[in-house]
């Protein structure tokens, strides 16, 4: 039988992992996953099938062109000088 007692001592040397981000990864998995299965439930209810497709591809590139937003642009003119 293995011993249970002292688990906080075998834990003790790893790197803890911030929280936010790990909670950040669970909801992004469990939305992704229920995603195909609400698609299906849409499309079974009536909802036409170009408008479910549309909708994956459309969310993508509204997270793909986030960092595009944020970033600090350098004119090209004054790198010459």
Known sequence: MA?????????AGMPRLPR?????????????GL??????????????VSYVFWQNPGA???VEAQPYADVVRISIA????
Do not use: H, V
């Not at 004054?78 to 000088?81: E, I, L, P, V, Y």
């Open 78 to 81: 004054r790198c010459g000088n």
């Open 3 to 11: 011993q249970t007692g002292n688990w906080r001592s075998l834990i």
């Open 35 to 48: 995603s195909f299965s609400l698609n299906k439930i849409a499309i079974t209810s009536g909802i036409p």
């Open 20 to 32: 936010l981000p790990t909670y950040l990864l669970f909801a992004c998995s469990i939305t992704w």
């Open 60 to 62: 993508a590139q509204a």
